[in-house]
């Protein structure tokens, strides 16, 4: 299925034009760069057919990032650091790492600065965000599941080794704060008021994901980290997602009901090298042909069949 655009989004890889373009930039622009095709092909399980040269080139493009802190303090930030292109945010660091260990990279020798930041920026109710200035709230926790969910995923699905007790740690507190979101409730903070309106949006499944996220994503990473920790699940926790994917999916075939990227801007580079804020961003064939709305999703369809039982 796909199988047209998926080669087309190869051959985009493979070619001398994406290695220009992944040496320029890891992230951007939104949606039509290499990392973005190498993002839509790993959700579709074809991680291992991104080329080897192209996933050498991502590794050094991260490797030069020059700001390998989140910046939260304003001196945190040297002058001259382009504050959107100069500093990664967790969620894109956390499907890198999930991108890379599965196609094969030691992240942990390659990058070695991406595992540690995981946990130096969980909150203090177990979750993350990507909301530099929420950091600095004194009086409430505005964590995101937004921020939280791909950090999540890194730590719990790619770690081939035991993990040591801050990793467990992290796993546990991050796994009480979807738990006790019920994996589909907004924030209840003042500071990230606007997690409540993007909550009434998660019950409606997108693909690809990319860092964005919907019940059925939270659904999987929490049962994963029960599967292997052994952990009992509070049944507050899942059940609501459960019988709502249920009735509205009772033929167990996925359907697409949102695109997440869309009415979203980026930022465009310019012949001259200069890079544009708040431009339209561009889509490629792949992207459009699996993100269909209402269409059944294969890849939603074998993740909920996976996860139910």
Partial sequence: MHAVEIEHSLAYLASDAA??????????PKWHS?????????EMGETKRIPKRLIDAYVATLARIPLKIFPIQPADMPEGVDPYRGTPCHCQ????????ATWGVDVDQALPWIRPWFLRYQMADGGLTCDNDAYLVKDECPSSMVGTIC????????????????????LDRAAQFLSGRQLRLGSDTKHNAAERESAEQWSKLCFPRFYFYD???GLIALTRYAEKTGATLPPEATRHVVSDLARRFPDGQIRVERRGYEDTGTIQPTATGEWIRRQPATFFPLLTAVSEVGVVSPYLSRHWAAVRP
């Fill in 215 to 217: 019940v059925l994503r």
């Fill in 34 to 42: 290499p990392w973005w095709h190498m993002l839509c092909l790993h």
């Fill in 93 to 100: 660091l956390g499907t890198a790492y999930q991108v890379l």
């Fill in 151 to 170: 950090a999540f995923e890194a730590v719990l699905l790619h770690t081939p080794r035991p993990w040591t007790a801050d990793e467990r740690t992290f």
């Fill in 19 to 28: 290695l220009v373009d992944v040496t320029r930039d890891a992230y951007w």
